[in-house]
């Protein structure tokens, strides 16, 4: 059973930087590309990066290019979101994803919320 947990979550200020954490279980990382969404009130989910550790590539989408970074811990199966430059628009709950032989994993969430 796969099992994902995030945390790092919580409030800041406009400019202010944040680094989320997503610790999975139950499946090794360095076989599976990882992924980092997030919600906010009345927006769909949208992928915000992801990094494929197999491979050694990264992606972050151009809403967050030049602000956020995505990196990996295979010895502690952990995946990091370092978010820098924080602004309003990035409030949501942020989910840590994973699929593994067709099935989609995802951790319960962390909230991110910036103020202005």
Do not use: H
Not at 5 to 18: H, I, K, N, R
Not at 30 to 58: C, H, K
Not at 80 to 109: H, R, S
Request: charged fraction near 15%; hydrophobic fraction near 30%.
């Amino acid at each position: 059973q796969v099992r994902l947990v995030e945390s790092g979550g919580g409030l800041v200020q406009a400019g202010g930087s944040l680094r989320l954490s997503c610790v999975g279980s139950g499946t090794a990382f360095n076989l599976n590309d990882m992924r980092w969404f997030r919600q906010a009130p009345g927006n769909q989910r949208e992928q915000v990066a992801r990094i494929s550790s197999r491979y050694g590539s990264t992606y972050v989408s151009d809403s967050v290019k030049g602000r956020f970074t995505i990196s990996g811990d295979n010895a502690k199966n952990t995946v990091y979101l370092q978010m820098n430059g924080l602004k309003p628009e990035d409030t949501g709950v942020y989910y840590c994803n994973t699929i593994l032989d067709g099935v989609d994993y995802w951790g319960q969430g962390t909230q991110v919320t910036v103020s202005s």
